[in-house]
């Protein structure tokens, strides 16, 4: 008796693989010889695959800070409250989701924290906008877009650091630098300015910000935008000394799951807007402020 | 339980035949499952492991210093905690309840808030006199941490020591403090070395959350080393070497509770 | 009371949750050996204990020495000095050696030098033929010479007072005799002793008085020859006809 319920089961459970292996083969095409009309683009609103369907979902950090976001008030801004088009990143956002066919109201936000965004598997997000650049291994685990803004590092100590007056790499060799773990930041204070004294990690860059208003590092390293933010608002007696030599230019770009075609129409979308100079204005009206010279 | 004879070595060989037989089918369902390679190439993979090897060891040895400067403070602070919680008498009752709210503060909050609270709290009142290091916090972070842990054990310890050994020792004309002190906290802390040992093993893995206010030890570096390359082979280094530094001083406990259960087990016994 | 008494207790009571002790009153003079003798529950601990200073007493008081020792504000390390006490279940520190356990006392209360310490411990040691367990610790010694240390131990801070408290009831019998002539050693040598007892036959030897308590009072006091052969209240006979029974007299 109960070896036939045992193999009752065994079929059943074959059945169940079979039908589920079954329903993933297409229907057959029909009508292959008849008259079709040019191939549909595949980056019309309709045909693009999304996580859901009809809904633009894109991530970014929580908070996520000026210049690249910010709230109504000009504070950094919570994803998981109102969304907000303010912001070199908001804008940015905002301008790809309506060149793809998106209205506003179709857009939504939701949460990756900054190193989450690479761990292997599905995302939860159709793209990614946050500072994310570019590098040839992170590229192994997403897909980049083409660039939306090139970005530089730069180098913020207090005003009152003998630092301040730094004029050279090799002014910054004593210093006691941090940045945030697993940042081109990070890796920029390792491959070109070469500190004597290991740099210090963070698991954010405001725990950095915090270290350096305590006086326990000499300066941090971040993008040259985000150091408008941290000199103007964050740490008022703070300022950036320079910005760091790059060997070739280094970019953000929006992230994507490893092999989204998505990515291809958003390219498209990024090269019109270039194009029509919206990124420029954009840039111009979120980050102004007259850059610090290229330290050597 | 023991079974005698060769009922006993049957049932011995059943166990071990069936032991390999699970582990071995543990290897095959788990090489052969669809996701193995994957998981190989990302946790395993030997060429992250023996990269790891250069940079990983050599922050370990940070985790290593805060470990055992941490104990030592831990040890003689717990035992003072301890001490003012057992201290008898109304007038001593202030003291034992501050070692009250101590332990039971500390116990309480999570030592990761106490880590940031102190490392970037300190710090930051910019008092003149008051250190900045962050190492310097890090550590007084996880003493007032564990030392509110170790005193309980402690004070488990010097309970567990019977009254009749305070008798004794009182009875010679020794004082409170000289009973304590020679008589009863040597007995209490031989007593309590395995839970000793057990706070101390905790303590060796949270000393990696000094790394939260800067300073990079194995863990932070691993995760340096995990953030650039996309694979998490460097994690399986660094837990590795957090194993290898609980081994001898767990063998060391051992060895010191062998040692010491013969003579306690003599108390008061009659042969 | 003369001041030569060495202990002189009055009316004593003692309660835990029960009343223990319900008015004892007894003294001892100099080289006095006086046994306690009674049934298990009768008070001869408790009453050895309140002696010491280890218990608080409800009632009544004791003088030692023509001082009085339950009076407030007593040092009562400085009295415990001068009293030795044994008990039952030995109580050596498990964590030293014999010769430590000896020269504890003498270094940290009567802050005699560690050298000469070693020297006092080692000779007491060797007079009660222990010399040889010096470097022992207590858990390879067998009960009689763990009893013999505890003895040792209590007699090297030279107290006036000795309190015995059914020092052999925890040994093996045929270990009991060599702590027996300890005692009877001590006896001779004029030490000042208050002994709870079982050893009935013993008790007859060396006691000067026997004491046989039952519930918390002194039922009846004299010397050995009149408890043991001629007791007059009925309660010490059915108590002695016990012990004869189990042939323990």
């Known amino acids: 008796?109960?070896?036939?319920?045992?193999?009752?089961?065994?079929?059943?459970?074959?059945?169940?693989?079979?039908?589920?292996?079954?329903?993933?083969?297409?229907?057959?095409?029909?009508?292959?010889?008849?008259?079709?009309?040019?191939?549909?683009?595949?980056?019309?609103?309709?045909?693009?695959?999304?996580?859901?369907?009809?809904?633009?979902?894109?991530?970014?950090?929580?908070?996520?800070?000026?210049?690249?976001?910010?709230?109504?008030?000009?504070?950094?801004?919570?994803?998981?409250?109102?969304?907000?088009?303010?912001?070199?990143?908001?804008?940015?956002?905002?301008?790809?989701?309506?060149?793809?066919?998106?209205?506003?109201?179709?857009?939504?936000?939701?949460?990756?924290?900054?190193?989450?965004?690479?761990?292997?598997?599905?995302?939860?997000?159709?793209?990614?906008?946050?500072?994310?650049?570019?590098?040839?291994?992170?590229?192994?685990?997403?897909?980049?877009?083409?660039?939306?803004?090139?970005?530089?590092?730069?180098?913020?100590?207090?005003?009152?650091?003998?630092?301040?007056?730094?004029?050279?790499?090799?002014?910054?060799?004593?210093?006691?630098?941090?940045?945030?773990?697993?940042?081109?930041?990070?890796?920029?204070?390792?491959?070109?300015?070469?500190?004597?004294?290991?740099?210090?990690?963070?698991?954010?860059?405001?725990?950095?910000?915090?270290?350096?208003?305590?006086?326990?590092?000499?300066?941090?390293?971040?993008?040259?935008?985000?150091?408008?933010?941290?000199?103007?608002?964050?740490?008022?007696?703070?300022?950036?000394?320079?910005?760091?030599?790059?060997?070739?230019?280094?970019?953000?770009?929006?992230?994507?799951?490893?092999?989204?075609?998505?990515?291809?129409?958003?390219n498209q979308a990024i090269a019109n807007l270039r194009e029509a100079g919206t990124l420029d204005e954009a840039a111009q009206k979120w980050i102004e402020g007259s850059a610090p010279p290229v330290l050597e | 339980m023991r079974t005698h004879g060769a009922s006993g070595s049957r049932s011995t060989l059943i166990a071990l035949a069936s032991t390999v037989v699970f582990a071995l089918v543990v290897v095959l369902v788990v090489s052969n499952s669809p996701g193995w390679p994957e998981v190989q190439r990302q946790f395993f993979n030997g060429e992250f492991f023996r990269e790891s090897l250069r940079v990983i060891p050599k922050a370990f040895l940070l985790n290593v210093r805060i470990f055992l400067i941490a104990e030592v403070f831990i040890l003689v602070f717990a035992l003072f905690i301890a001490i003012l919680r057992s201290l008898p008498g109304p007038v001593f009752f202030p003291l034992r309840a501050l070692a009250i709210v101590y332990t039971d503060f500390f116990r309480g909050v999570p030592t990761i808030l106490v880590i940031y609270l102190l490392g970037f709290g300190a710090p930051a009142l910019q008092i003149s006199g008051i250190p900045r290091d962050e190492l310097f916090w890090g550590v007084v972070a996880l003493v007032l941490v564990y030392s509110a842990y170790v005193s309980e054990v402690y004070r488990a310890g010097i309970e567990s020591v019977h009254p009749s050994q305070e008798a004794a020792a009182r009875s010679l004309g020794l004082s409170q403090a000289k009973t304590l002190r020679y008589v009863i906290v040597p007995q209490a802390v031989r007593r309590v070395v395995p839970p000793l040992l057990n706070d101390f093993i905790g303590l060796q893995k949270d000393t990696a959350l000094v790394a939260l206010l800067g300073p990079v030890e194995a863990f932070r570096q691993s995760q340096i080393e995990v953030a650039s390359n996309f694979n998490y082979t460097p994690y399986l280094v660094t837990a590795i070497l957090f194993v290898l530094l609980t081994i001898p001083l767990a063998r060391l406990t051992d060895w010191l509770v062998i040692r010491d259960r013969r003579r306690q087990l003599a108390l008061g016994a009659a042969r | 009371?003369?001041?030569?008494?060495?202990?002189?207790?009055?009316?004593?009571?003692?309660?835990?949750?029960?009343?223990?002790?319900?008015?004892?009153?007894?003294?001892?003079?100099?080289?006095?050996?006086?046994?306690?003798?009674?049934?298990?529950?009768?008070?001869?601990?408790?009453?050895?204990?309140?002696?010491?200073?280890?218990?608080?007493?409800?009632?009544?008081?004791?003088?030692?020495?023509?001082?009085?020792?339950?009076?407030?504000?007593?040092?009562?390390?400085?009295?415990?000095?001068?009293?030795?006490?044994?008990?039952?279940?030995?109580?050596?520190?498990?964590?030293?050696?014999?010769?430590?356990?000896?020269?504890?006392?003498?270094?940290?209360?009567?802050?005699?030098?560690?050298?000469?310490?070693?020297?006092?411990?080692?000779?007491?040691?060797?007079?009660?033929?222990?010399?040889?367990?010096?470097?022992?610790?207590?858990?390879?010694?067998?009960?009689?010479?763990?009893?013999?240390?505890?003895?040792?131990?209590?007699l090297a801070m030279r107290p006036e007072l000795m309190l015995l408290d059914e020092v052999t009831s925890a040994l093996d019998p045929e270990l009991v005799a060599e702590v027996l002539d300890v005692i009877r050693g001590l006896a001779t040598s004029g030490m000042t002793m208050l002994i709870a007892t079982h050893e009935m036959s013993f008790a007859r030897d060396i006691a000067n008085r026997v004491c046989f308590l039952h519930d918390g009072v002194i039922l009846e006091e004299g010397p050995p020859a009149e408890i043991f052969s001629a007791p007059t209240n009925e309660r010490t006979q059915q108590f002695l006809q016990r012990i004869i029974e189990a042939g323990r007299l």
């Open chain 1, 1 to 266: 008796m109960r070896k036939q319920l045992v193999l009752t089961l065994v079929l059943a459970v074959f059945a169940l693989a079979a039908a589920a292996c079954g329903a993933d083969e297409e229907a057959t095409p029909t009508a292959a010889g008849t008259e079709t009309a040019a191939a549909p683009d595949p980056c019309a609103k309709d045909q693009l695959i999304l996580k859901t369907s009809g809904q633009l979902t894109i991530a970014t950090d929580n908070p996520a800070f000026p210049p690249w976001f910010q709230d109504a008030e000009g504070a950094p801004w919570d994803p998981t409250t109102e969304p907000t088009k303010q912001g070199y990143e908001g804008a940015v956002a905002y301008a790809v989701a309506n060149e793809l066919g998106f209205s506003d109201d179709e857009v939504k936000w939701v949460v990756v924290p900054f190193d989450n965004v690479f761990k292997p598997g599905p995302k939860d997000f159709d793209f990614d906008i946050n500072q994310v650049s570019y590098s040839p291994e992170r590229d192994q685990a997403l897909d980049f877009s083409d660039s939306y803004y090139d970005v530089e590092q730069a180098v913020v100590t207090l005003k009152s650091s003998k630092f301040a007056k730094a004029t050279s790499l090799g002014d910054l060799k004593d210093a006691k630098l941090g940045a945030q773990l697993g940042t081109t930041s990070y890796d920029a204070i390792v491959a070109t300015i070469q500190p004597s004294k290991d740099p210090n990690v963070y698991s954010t860059n405001n725990d950095a910000i915090r270290a350096l208003k305590n006086g326990n590092i000499d300066g941090i390293v971040v993008d040259y935008p985000t150091s408008l933010y941290v000199t103007a608002v964050q740490v008022p007696n703070a300022t950036a000394v320079g910005r760091l030599p790059a060997e070739g230019q280094e970019y953000f770009g929006l992230v994507f799951e490893e092999g989204n075609p998505l990515r291809d129409c958003v």
């Open chain 3, 1 to 154: 009371m003369s001041a030569e008494t060495v202990l002189a207790i009055e009316g004593l009571q003692k309660s835990f949750d029960v009343e223990v002790l319900k008015g004892i009153s007894l003294t001892l003079e100099p080289s006095e050996v006086v046994c306690l003798i009674g049934a298990s529950g009768s008070g001869k601990s408790t009453l050895l204990r309140c002696v010491n200073l280890l218990e608080p007493i409800q009632a009544g008081r004791i003088e030692f020495l023509g001082e009085e020792i339950t009076a407030p504000g007593v040092d009562v390390d400085h009295v415990r000095r001068r009293i030795g006490i044994v008990f039952q279940a030995f109580n050596l520190f498990p964590h030293m050696s014999v010769l430590k356990n000896i020269t504890l006392g003498l270094t940290k209360v009567l802050k005699t030098p560690q050298a000469q310490a070693d020297q006092e411990a080692a000779d007491l040691l060797a007079r009660f033929g222990l010399a040889d367990k010096r470097s022992e610790y207590p858990d390879r010694l067998s009960g009689g010479q763990q009893q013999r240390v505890a003895i040792v131990r209590a």
